[in-house]
Nanobody, 121 residues
Framework: QVQLVESGGGLVQAGGSLRLSCAASGSIASINNMGWYRQAPGKQRELVALITNGGSTDYADSVKGRFTISRDNAKNTVDLQMSSLKPEDTAVYYC???????????????WGQGTQVTVSS
């Protein structure tokens, strides 16, 4: 019913930049929050950044000043611009959206399949 498709991951040297994109499609009535989580090997999944449908943002302390999240409500997309990347940013990055299906009553989280970001030192 709903798909979140990510793109933009890859391999980059420390200090470099990458831009992740995610598009939500399907029988969507409305989207509240959108954002990005990441999971490094052997670690728990953690919130990287989120953005509300009103444009308010929140970031993990570890990425503040380096990452910028943005969204296009008309296109149901969310992007993550990552700059000054560090080896510790290496992880699988997952897009998520808190949304309501067409004809639905409740909000629910949906997840993308994940995209690998590798930062070499």
């Amino acid at each position: 019913q709903v798909q979140l498709v990510e793109s933009g991951g890859g391999l980059v040297q420390a200090g470099g930049s990458l831009r992740l994109s995610c598009a939500a499609s399907g029988s969507i009535a409305s989207i509240n929050n959108m954002g990005w989580y990441r999971q490094a090997p052997g670690k728990q999944r953690e919130l990287v950044a989120l953005i509300t449908n009103g444009g308010s943002t929140d970031y993990a302390d570890s990425v503040k000043g380096r990452f910028t999240i943005s969204r296009d409500n008309a296109k149901n997309t969310v992007d993550l611009q990552m700059s000054s990347l560090k080896p510790e940013d290496t992880a699988v990055y997952y897009c998520y959206a808190l949304l309501k299906l067409s004809g639905g009553t409740y909000l629910k989280n949906y997840w993308g399949q994940g995209t690998q970001v590798t930062v070499s030192s």
